[in-house]
């Protein structure tokens, strides 16, 4: 019995020694390889059967295996990147010149010429000094002794100080604790020929990265300056941005993250946070008990195996929260690059650096993610695409992608340009592509299975409007705004939802009652209130619209929005209940190819209004030859290319009596 415990003994010795070794060789950082030693020599004591034992050998097995030092280079060749992004994805300039401007950063702090002060009151030692350190690549500037050297630190910006113990006027003591009061960002040398130990102790006490004694060692002046710099360079790298795709379903922002690490040479990283509720599920669970496990966030950079990964945390709009916690109020530790360079997973323990992260988040939405979250991260709108965008998209990437996984490739089958547009606009209506690939990869299957059961030296097919309507049926949409006839008390809306632009109508009519406004159609609380001022402003200008003033004391007011299984709210319909409105109570209908924008105020303001892209190709996808906006969203307007607004005649207004004459007849 004595015997098999010795022989258990032993064993854990030789286990916690290899796992000692495997400690020293990750090299952690000292916080995080202290604390892992310190655990380590627990261990040592605690006996092997105890459940203590196993859950710290797990504990510090999975601090081994983190990529503490291990990172993949980037690849800082602008034209590459920029040409990998192109070919992979149409349009998104804007997103496409953030990633590059990160990168341009990224490589002038890397490629910087660093610059050194030397100060000595010896010519010759400074020339020396000048001569070893140019010909490293840094720039030199030289003083001759203290108050000179303060001097030129107040004109220019330098990354290190080399300077002598021994000068005139400000000795190098002094000068290294006015630099440390003054610039603590800048580490100093001291060098000088009468060395002794107090002096040492005193300097590095005072903040000195390093004393060196003269004669001077040229390759130990290199080696000093090397360190310093290269620490100050890590020190400061840029830091991963967090950048948010915002933009409805099927605009490519998954694909666009995986394109970004590509073209980068970075790993990818992505967690579906939609749904997440379990606030450990991102900073762990704390190591109490046999079944805890660390987040998902470090856990994943552990299995990616680098620490600078591209990670994409999608549908951060989704995030939800219970009893178990909140995971976007956990996420602000995690996102925030002033604090992730220690972030602390609860089963780790110790502080891990995810500053070399890019975190790229997405979301349909910005209105669900709370505020804190929004704030420490750089949206970027990733809109719908215009017909012409989706029918170049479809010839690049949709059809090739869709014939290949048909098997189709042997005798892969034409699809003209008409043909494709008759799908975009007759059979899907979206601002991504999702559907109209569906609709691509059903034709593609049906023609797959006419090519079998033909037989397999079928030519390829031409893919025409016809074929398309023989092989998907009939249009599933219609634009009604360019098929219906104007109407009193009918006034065409533009809206935006997750799912991108859309058009409204709304109906208002009255009947014999007392004064009732009804409201019906799903609306939410901000379009009731729309309506109830859109009102309240009709009512107070009655005399100016012509109107009865005694209209409502005898009438109620019933206003509608078609589809009401769908919930609508909103500020910007507004202005369309006003009009809608207006044409009831005057008797002029109102012109259905006008549509029209903008928060409404009891003044008669107009306010502006968000998704002015999405609303202007929801406008031409519907036959819409007229689009008002509040005059200030001239800005916006001005930003978007032409081909965004094509034929369409756009009017700018400041207030509803500009737009009346405008969209009633």
């Known amino acids: 019995m004595a015997f098999f415990r010795k022989s258990e003994e032993k064993q854990q010795f030789e286990d916690l020694e290899l796992l000692r070794q495997e400690i020293l060789k990750t090299k952690m950082p000292p916080s995080a390889e202290g604390y892992a ?35 993949t280079e980037d690849n800082l060749n602008l034209h590459h990147v920029e040409n990998v992004l192109n070919r992979e994805h149409a349009g998104l300039s804007l997103v496409k010149e953030r990633i590059l401007e990160y990168l341009a950063v990224r490589t002038l702090e890397i490629q910087r010429d660093f610059r050194v002060l030397v100060v000595d009151d010896e010519e010759i030692t400074r020339a020396n000094l000048q001569h070893i350190l140019e010909k490293e690549g840094y720039q030199v500037a030289t003083a001759t002794n203290g108050a000179e050297a303060l001097g030129q630190l107040e004109k220019a910006s330098f990354d290190l100080v080399l300077t002598d113990l021994l000068m005139l006027k400000v000795d190098g003591m002094e000068l290294l ?4 009061d003054r610039y603590p960002q800048i580490d100093v040398v001291i060098v000088t020929g009468y060395a002794t130990v107090p002096s040492a102790v005193e300097a590095l006490q005072k903040g000195a990265y390093h004393y060196l004694a003269k004669p001077l060692k040229i390759d130990e002046v290199r080696s000093t300056v090397s360190q310093a710099l290269t620490k100050k360079q890590k020190a400061h790298r840029p830091k991963g941005p967090v950048l948010c795709f915002v933009g409805p379903p099927g605009t490519g922002k998954t694909s666009l993250g995986k394109s970004i690490a590509s073209a980068m040479g970075r790993k990818f990283i992505r967690l579906a946070l939609g749904g997440m509720k379990d606030e450990a599920e991102i900073r762990g669970h704390r190591r109490s008990y046999a079944g805890a496990m660390p987040g998902r966030i470090i856990d994943a950079v552990r299995r990616v195996g680098s620490r600078n990964p591209v ?37 780790l323990d110790v502080p891990f650096d995810l500053s070399g992260v890019m975190f790229i988040a997405t979301a349909n939405l910005v209105d669900p993610i709370p505020r804190p979250l929004l704030d420490r991260m750089e949206l970027l709108a990733l809109p719908g695409y215009t017909d012409e965008e989706k029918k170049r998209i479809a010839l690049q990437f949709l059809v090739p992608r869709q014939i290949e996984t048909s098997g189709l ?37 049906k023609i797959a299975r006419k090519v079998l059961q033909q037989g397999r030296k079928q030519k390829s097919l031409l893919v025409n409007p016809e074929l398309v309507e ?71 200008n009655a005399d ?52 029209m924008t903008g928060e409404l105020t009891l003044t008669g303001r107009i306010l502006p209004v968000a998704g002015i892209r999405e609303k202007l190709l929801a406008a ?36 509803v009596e500009e737009v009346i004459d405008l969209s009633l007849r």
């Open 37 to 71: 030693i310190k655990e380590l020599d627990k261990l040592e004591k605690t006996p092997v059967e105890a459940a203590e034992y196993a859950i710290g050998i797990n504990h510090l097995e999975y601090l081994v295996s983190l990529p503490w030092n291990v990172h």
């Open 470 to 540: 023989e092989y998907l049926g009939p249009r599933k949409f219609y634009y009604e705004v360019a098929e219906a006839r104007d109407r009193v008390g009918v006034a065409t809306g533009l809206v935006w939802t997750e799912t991108g632009g859309d058009i409204i109508f709304v109906e208002a009519t009255k009947m014999k009652g007392n004064k009732n406004l009804i409201l019906t159609g799903s609306l939410g609380e901000v379009m009731q209130e729309s309506a109830q001022a859109a009102l309240s402003y009709i009512r107070s």
């Open 409 to 445: 490739s042997g005798s892969p089958p034409e699809f003209t340009p008409e043909a494709l547009l008759k799908i975009i606009r007759e059979h899907t209506r979206e601002p991504g592509l999702r559907n109209l690939e569906r609709e691509i990869g059903s034709i593609c299957r």
């Open 620 to 655: 031409r996808r519907a036959g819409v030859k007229t689009v008002v906006f509040p005059d200030k969203n001239r800005v916006d307007l001005d930003d978007l290319e032409q081909k965004i607004r094509g034929d369409l005649e756009v009017v700018l207004a400041s207030s």
């Open 544 to 595: 100016q619209f012509k109107i009865d003033q005694d209209f409502f004391s005898e009438h109620d007011i019933h206003i509608h929005v078609p589809a009401g299984a769908i919930t609508k709210d909103g500020p910007s319909a507004g202005l369309t209940i006003a009009l809608a409105l207006i044409s009831l109570l005057t008797g002029r209908p109102a012109r259905r190819e006008v549509a």
């Open 177 to 180: 604790q006015q630099v440390k």
């Open 311 to 347: 990670f994409m945390l999608d549908e951060i709009d989704k995030v939800g929260q219970d009893f178990r916690g909140d995971p976007a109020s956990a996420l602000l530790e995690v996102l925030d690059p002033e604090q992730n360079e220690y972030f602390l997973d609860y089963y």
